[in-house]
């Protein structure tokens, strides 16, 4: 799926057209679905007013296996009312996708796109995250995930806590 994008991408770019990427600075976009855990509806809007995280991922992805986690214990630390994980799966097969969230137990909100939010947020790679701030504008994109990126990101989203706190 997401390679899929990613030419569609490379042909625009190579016809002189637009890459349908989204950039830092633009109000993210929507995004909604069921909780794949949970089976609870799931939407960016809902979660206005905390800094938000929006990580896409799949189970064949390396990468993935660690950012998840890591990104699961960060939000514990810096708490679910001011930071919230959206992993939006990219997986053809949604069975590899249940079967990779059963065998992690990983809590936080996932949702199984059907390709219309990779085509509107045009990740490049696997994983590709970008945080939002509490008024769901985006502020950062990530792409990859490298470990010991993990303290960098802990203080953008402290900043953007901060900001927001600002008179």
């Not at 949970?38 to 800094?51: A, D, I």
């Not at 990779?100 to 939010?117: K, P, Q, S, V």
């Amino acid at each position: 799926m997401v390679g899929k994008i990613a030419q569609l991408g490379w042909i625009l770019l190579a016809l002189g057209g637009p890459v349908l990427a989204v950039t830092v600075g633009q109000p993210a976009p929507a995004i909604s679905g069921l909780d794949m855990q949970t089976g609870e509806p799931v939407s960016l809007e809902q979660l206005r007013g905390r800094v938000v995280l929006v990580d896409f991922w799949a189970s064949w992805c390396a990468p993935c296996l660690h950012s998840l986690p890591m990104y699961e214990a960060l939000r514990a630390e810096i708490g679910a009312e001011n930071l919230e994980i959206l992993a939006v799966n990219v997986d053809e097969d949604l069975d590899s996708a249940r079967r990779f969230l059963e065998r992690r137990r990983i809590r936080l909100f996932f949702i199984h796109d059907d390709g219309t939010i990779a085509t509107a947020y045009a990740p490049p790679t696997m994983p590709t995250s970008y945080l939002l701030d509490r008024n769901g504008v985006i502020d950062t994109r990530n792409v990859g995930f490298r470990p010991e990126e993990l303290d960098a990101l802990r203080e953008r989203i402290h900043a953007l806590l901060e900001a927001a706190d600002e008179p």
